[in-house]
C-alpha cells in the first residue's frame, strides 16, 4: 500500500483520502483480474486455456458485459450517495473549522459582522421597496393586457407640463365607440365623497365608468357589479358598490348590505355590492364605487373640457400593445375634430395638435422620478456592499498573510489547492451568511419604517403619483426578499473571500515555509492585492459621495426656492361644504358669514379662501382663448390654472399684486366677470402688452364667455416647487361658487393653536360639514420637497457609511504595511532618518493610494452621476463646486487615516526594531 | 460426488465477512477461501459475490483499497470495517442458532 497518513493527521490538515478513479475503470479492472485468477486456477486444474475462460466467464453471471452492467449500476449508486455524503461531512468539516476560526477572533468577526449587517441589509430593505413599487405584478386578471390611454396636448412651448392629460366623459364616449383594439375600456378618477349618517365619515372614493370592474377582472365579493347600460347617460340611478374594509367598518359585515341605501353628499345611494378584499380601486384608497353617470347628464355631456378622467382599456385577444397604440394615435386627433360636441365651443385650430396615446399599464405604476430614485438608492446601497465588501477582502488578507504558513504546510502534505480554496470560501460564505441573517434584522427595521410612509400625498405633492393602487404599505420583506438576501449574502461571501482565500493558497511553498511570516511584508505579493482593494474602495467612496453632494446640493437650492408666499403662520385645512348645510346657490353667503367668523377668532390676523391650495402637485385647469384676437396657432398650448379664491386670499397669503387692481366685493353673481392673472400668464399670453381691461375667456365655472383682466399678481407655485410657475387664472369665489375650499388662516402666533377655535367657528354654520387636511403651510412646504429630502439624507446616509468603510480600509492597509516593515523603518531611523521623513514616506504612500483611487471615481463619478441629471434642481451633475467638496474631504479623511499610522511608525525605536527577528 | 451447494439466501454476506476476518483479501482470493474451508462442497456465483462486496462495501461493513498480489498485480483488497465485525457476529450466532434447529427438527425420530 502507498504512503499511510494517520487519519488524524490527514483531517487536520485535510489530505485528501484518494484521487477519485473512474467507476469504469476500478470496475474492469477488478473484473478482468478476477477473470485472468479464475481462469489460471481453472487451468492448473485441467482444464483447457478456452474452457477455462469459458467457465470463469458463466460463473460471472452469464456475459461479463450483463455482469459489468449489474455491478456498474450499483457502483455508481454507492459512488453518487459517497460522493454526496462526502461533500456534506467537508461541508461540515469546513463549517466547524470556520466556526471555531471565526470564534477565535471575536472583534474582527464583529467587526465584519457589523459591515455586512449594515451592507447587506441596506440592499434588502431597498430592493423590497424595489420589488413591491416597481416588480410585483399589478394585482389584477392578467396585468400585462391592461394599458393606460391619454390624451396628449400639443407640444408646450415652455417646455414644462406633463405630455398626458386626462379625459372627459364625452371624449371617453367618442373614443370607445370609434376603437376596435380593447375588449373593455373603463373611465375612472378619484373623488371623496361624504358618507352622511350616525358618524358622518369623509371617504375616498372613485368615479368609474359601467365597464370598470370587467376591465380590471375583478368580481364583486358580494351582490352585482354595474349593471349594463349604466353608462348610457348621465343622470344614471345611484348605486354604489363599496370596498369590503367599509363593509366590516360601517356595516358590521352584514351580507344583507346589498339593497341598503347610503347617503353620498346629500344624495341617497343604493349598495349594489361588496368588493374583493383588498381591492379599493386603481387608486389603492377608494372606499365607494359611484359611476360617472350618476352626475347631471349636462355637465358630463356638455363640458367635454373638463378633463378629469384617467382611461384604461384591455386589450381585445390577438391585439398588441403596438397595434393598440398605434390606433390610439390614429383616433386620438379625431377625438377633437369629429366630437360632435366641440360644435361652435372653440375655434378649430385651438383643438389642433392634441392626440392620444395608449402604453401598457405597469409603466403608470410609479411615476418616473420615483422609479429613478427608488433605481439610484438602489445602485447606491450596491456602491456600499462593494466597498464594504472590499474592506472584509482587506480584513481577510490581513488573517490570510497570518494562516500562509499553516496553508503552505498544508499544500506541503499533498492538499489539493481547491480544497483549501474551498475551506477558506466556507468561512467568508459563512461570515457573510451569518451577516445576512444580521442584515435581515436591519431589513425588517427599515421596511417597517418604509411601509409605514404613506407618502401618496406627499408624492401628489410632488407631482410624483403613479397608480394609486401600488403602494408604499405593500413593501415588505417576503419570498423574494428573502431569496435576494440569501443570493447576495452568498455572492458576498464569494466575492470577499476569493482574493484572500488565493492569496493564502497560492503555491511558493519553500518560500512561505521558510519565511518567518513577519519579517518581509512584501515578500508574498499580498501587499499588492491590498493596494489595489484601497484605491477600488477609494473610488467607489468617491462615486457615491458625488452622488450625494449633488442631491445634498440640489436639496439646498430646492429649499431656498420662493414658492410665491409666505409659509410663515398659516394655517391651512380643507373643507367640502355639506348640500344639508348650504345650497348650491347660497354658497357665496355662507362664505362670507364663514370668513367673518374665522376672522373673529383671537389669533386670526386674516383669512381667505381658495378652491385648491399650493404645492398640492396641481390644480384644476382648462384653456383660455381671446375673444379679441384670431384663434391662437396650434403649437401655443392655451392651458391655464383656474383659482377660485375670496378677495382677501392674496392678502392673507402675502401675495403681492403687480398691477391693477384685486378681485374686490363687486364681483358677484350678475356683475360683470372679472379675473385676475398670475405674472406668468400676463408674460405667456400678452408677450408685454398690457393686459389690464383686456378680455380673456378661461372655459370653466361660466367664463367662457369672457372676461375683463383687471389685476396681475406674483407667481404661485401651484404645482411642484420645483417645476416653474404656471399661468394662473383668480377668479371670485361668488361668481363660480365651489362646494369645496381650503381656508387659509393668517395667525400672529403658533399655527396650531387656533385649530380648536376654528373647527368649532365651522361647525356653529355648518354642523355635517366635515374639515379635514389640517395642516401649516410649512408643512406643505416640507412635503413638497419631502421626496428631494427623502433621496438626500438617504443617499448621505450611504456615503458617510461609504467614507467612514473606506477610511477604515486605508487606515488598516496603512497599519498592516507599517507593521510589517517595522524592520525596514528601523534600519533607516538607525541610519540617519528623521522621524519627520518617516512619517512622510507612509502617509505620501497612503495619499497616492488615495489620489489614485480619487481619480477613477471622479471618471465614474461622472459617467455615473448623470443618472442623476432630471432628479436634481438646479444643479448640474457636473457640479464643480460638489467635486472640490468631496475631493477635500476624501482627500482630508485619507491624510488623516495613513497619518495614524505613520506616526507609529515615525515613533518606532530603532533599537527595538533592529532586535525583533 | 455430488453437486457443490450454492450458498443459501442470505448467507453468502456472513461467509464473505468470515473470510475476511481472515485476511483483507481481494475477491478471487475469498472464492478460493470459502471453496477451500468448504471442502469443496460450496460454490460461489462470482457475479453474486462481487455484488455482495460491492453492497456490504456501500454498507459500511468492509472497505476496499487497492494492493498488489503475491505476483505484483494491482487488485482490490478488500477488510472488514469495525461494523462488518459486528454484523458477522450477530448474523453468524443467529445462522448457527437456525441451522442447529433445523438439525434438531430433521433429525427427530418418532417414539
Known amino acids: ?917 | 460426488m455430488t453437486e457443490p451447494l450454492a450458498p443459501l439466501k442470505g448467507t453468502l454476506d456472513v461467509l464473505v465477512l468470515k473470510a475476511l476476518t481472515w485476511a483483507p483479501m481481494h475477491g478471487f482470493e475469498i472464492t478460493a477461501w470459502l471453496e477451500d474451508h468448504a471442502g469443496g462442497e460450496l460454490t460461489v456465483d462470482d457475479s453474486a459475490l462481487y455484488q455482495a462486496l460491492h453492497r456490504m462495501e456501500e454498507r459500511g461493513l468492509i472497505t476496499a483499497d487497492w494492493g498488489v498480489t503475491g505476483n505484483n498485480r494491482r487488485a482490490r483488497y478488500y477488510s472488514l470495517t469495525a461494523a462488518g465485525r459486528a454484523h458477522l457476529k450477530a448474523e453468524s450466532a443467529k445462522l448457527v442458532r437456525y441451522a442447529r434447529t433445523v438439525i434438531t427438527v430433521l433429525a427427530a425420530r418418532s417414539g
Open chain 1, 1 to 917: 500500500m502507498a504512503l499511510e497518513i494517520r487519519t488524524g493527521v490527514r483531517r487536520l490538515f485535510r489530505v485528501v483520502l484518494r484521487r477519485r478513479e473512474s467507476l469504469v475503470e476500478r470496475l474492469d479492472e477488478e473484473l478482468s483480474f478476477h477473470l485472468e485468477a479464475r481462469t489460471e486456477q481453472l487451468v492448473a486444474r485441467g482444464l483447457t486455456p478456452e474452457a477455462a475462460r469459458a467457465e470463469a466467464i458463466r460463473r460471472l453471471g452469464g456475459t461479463v458485459v450483463q455482469a459489468r452492467a449489474r455491478l456498474l449500476a450499483s457502483a455508481e449508486r454507492k459512488e453518487r450517495r459517497m460522493a454526496w455524503r462526502e461533500w456534506f461531512e467537508d461541508l461540515a468539516q469546513d463549517t466547524r473549522y470556520a466556526a471555531r476560526g471565526l470564534a477565535r477572533r471575536p472583534g474582527l468577526t464583529l467587526v465584519a459582522l457589523l459591515t455586512l449587517a449594515v451592507g447587506i441589509g441596506a440592499n434588502t430593505a431597498i430592493f423590497s421597496a424595489v420589488n413591491a413599487l416597481l416588480l410585483r405584478r399589478l394585482p389584477f386578471r392578467e396585468p400585462g393586457r391592461l394599458m393606460d390611454v391619454t390624451l396628449t396636448p400639443p407640444a408646450d412651448p415652455a417646455g414644462s407640463g406633463s405630455n398626458a392629460a386626462p379625459w372627459s366623459f364625452a371624449k371617453f364616449r367618442f373614443f370607445r365607440g370609434a376603437q376596435t383594439a380593447f375588449s373593455n375600456l373603463a373611465l375612472y378618477s378619484q373623488g371623496k365623497f361624504n358618507l352622511l349618517g350616525r358618524e358622518p365619515e369623509r371617504l375616498n372614493g372613485e368615479w368609474v365608468s359601467g365597464g370598470y370592474l370587467t376591465t380590471l377582472g375583478v368580481a364583486p365579493a358580494l351582490g352585482r357589479d354595474f349593471p349594463a347600460g349604466v353608462d348610457s347617460a348621465g343622470g344614471a340611478p345611484r348605486l354604489a358598490l363599496i370596498s369590503d374594509a367599509l363593509w366590516q367598518r360601517r356595516f358590521d359585515a352584514d351580507p344583507a348590505v346589498v339593497g341598503r341605501s347610503a347617503d353620498l353628499d346629500g344624495d341617497p345611494f343604493t349598495i349594489i355590492g361588496v368588493l374583493p378584499r383588498g381591492f379599493r380601486g386603481l387608486g389603492g384608497q377608494a372606499d365607494v364605487l359611484v359611476p360617472i353617470t350618476t352626475r347631471p347628464a349636462d355637465e358630463l355631456e356638455h363640458e367635454a373640457w373638463s378633463l378629469e378622467f384617467s382611461l384604461i382599456g384591455r386589450l381585445a385577444p390577438g391585439v398588441t400593445p403596438a397595434r393598440a397604440r398605434a390606433e390610439v394615435n390614429l383616433l386620438g386627433p379625431r377625438v377633437y375634430q369629429d366630437s360632435p360636441m366641440q360644435e361652435g365651443a372653440i375655434g378649430r385650430d385651438a383643438r389642433s395638435g392634441w392626440s392620444a396615446d395608449a402604453r401598457p399599464l405597469d409603466q403608470t405604476r410609479v411615476a418616473p422620478g420615483l422609479r429613478r430614485s427608488l433605481l439610484v438608492l438602489m445602485g447606491a446601497v450596491v456602491f456600499v456592499l462593494l466597498i464594504a465588501c472590499v474592506n472584509l477582502a482587506n480584513l481577510l488578507l490581513g488573517r490570510a498573510a497570518a494562516r500562509r504558513r499553516e496553508m503552505a504546510v498544508r499544500l506541503a502534505l499533498g492538499v489539493r489547492r481547491g480544497r483549501l480554496v474551498r475551506m477558506l470560501l466556507t468561512e467568508s460564505v459563512l461570515l457573510a451568511l451569518l451577516g445576512g441573517a444580521a442584515g435581515l434584522l436591519v431589513a425588517g427595521w427599515a421596511t417597517r419604517i418604509l411601509s409605514a410612509a404613506n407618502p401618496l400625498e406627499t408624492l401628489q405633492a410632488q407631482g410624483l403619483s403613479g397608480l394609486g393602487v401600488v403602494q408604499f404599505s405593500s413593501i415588505r420583506l417576503d419570498g423574494p426578499a428573502l431569496a435576494f438576501t440569501a443570493l447576495v449574502a452568498l455572492l458576498v461571501g464569494l466575492l470577499f473571500g476569493l482574493i484572500p482565500a488565493l492569496g493564502a493558497t497560492r503555491p511558493g511553498l519553500t518560500d512561505s515555509l521558510k519565511d518567518d511570516g513577519a519579517a518581509t511584508g512584501r515578500g508574498f505579493r499580498l501587499g499588492v492585492s491590498r493596494h489595489l482593494l484601497v484605491v477600488a474602495e477609494v473610488a467607489l467612496a468617491i462615486v457615491l459621495l458625488a452622488g450625494a453632494g449633488l442631491m445634498i446640493r440640489s436639496l439646498d437650492r430646492l429649499l431656498s426656492v420662493d414658492p410665491g408666499f409666505d409659509a410663515q403662520h398659516l394655517l391651512t385645512l380643507r373643507m367640502t361644504v355639506a348640500p344639508g348645510d348650504v345650497t348650491r346657490d347660497s354658497l357665496a353667503g355662507f362664505y362670507d358669514r364663514l370668513l367673518e367668523r374665522l376672522e373673529a377668532v383671537p389669533g386670526v390676523t386674516a383669512a381667505g379662501l381658495a378652491d385648491c391650495p399650493p404645492l398640492a402637485g396641481g390644480c384644476n385647469g382648462t384653456i383660455i382663448t381671446f375673444p379679441d384676437r384670431p384663434p391662437v396657432a396650434a403649437t401655443e398650448s392655451p392651458s391655464i390654472g383656474v383659482h377660485v379664491v375670496t378677495p382677501g386670499w392674496f392678502a392673507a397669503l402675502h401675495v403681492p399684486l403687480k398691477r391693477g387692481r384685486l378681485l374686490g366685493g363687486t364681483e358677484r353673481v350678475g356683475q360683470p366677470r372679472a379675473l385676475v392673472i398670475s405674472e406668468a400668464a400676463a408674460e405667456r399670453y400678452w408677450h408685454g402688452e398690457d393686459p389690464i381691461g383686456k378680455r380673456a375667456a378661461v372655459w370653466q365655472g361660466g367664463f367662457d364667455k369672457g372676461a375683463t383682466v383687471v389685476g396681475i399678481v406674483g407667481d404661485v407655485r401651484f404645482g411642484t416647487i420645483d417645476s416653474v410657475p404656471a399661468p394662473e387664472a383668480y377668479m371670485a369665489y361668488a361668481q363660480s361658487p365651489r362646494s369645496y375650499m381650503t381656508v387659509f388662516l393668517r395667525t400672529r402666533g403658533e399655527p396650531r393653536a387656533i385649530v380648536a377655535p376654528v373647527r368649532t367657528a365651522v361647525h356653529e354654520l355648518a354642523p355635517e360639514t366635515p374639515i379635514y387636511d389640517i395642516q401649516t403651510m410649512e408643512q406643505r412646504v416640507g412635503t413638497a420637497s419631502a421626496q428631494a429630502r427623502f433621496s438626500a439624507v438617504l443617499l448621505g446616509l450611504f456615503a458617510a457609511v461609504a467614507l467612514a468603510l473606506a477610511a477604515l480600509g486605508i487606515y488598516g492597509v496603512m497599519a498592516f504595511a507599517v507593521g510589517q516593515r517595522t524592520r525596514e523603518i528601523g534600519i533607516r531611523m538607525a541610519l540617519g532618518a528623521e522621524p519627520s521623513s518617516v512619517l512622510g514616506l507612509v502617509v505620501r504612500e497612503g495619499v497616492v493610494l488615495a489620489a489614485l483611487g480619487l481619480v477613477i471615481g471622479l471618471a465614474g463619478a461622472l459617467a455615473l452621476t448623470r443618472v442623476l441629471r432630471s432628479a436634481l434642481y438646479q444643479v448640474a451633475p457636473g457640479d464643480p463646486v460638489t467635486y472640490l467638496v468631496i475631493v477635500a474631504v476624501l482627500g482630508l479623511t485619507a491624510f488623516v487615516a495613513s497619518w495614524i499610522p505613520a506616526r507609529r511608525a515615525s515613533l518606532v525605536d530603532p533599537v527595538e526594531a533592529l532586535r525583533r527577528p
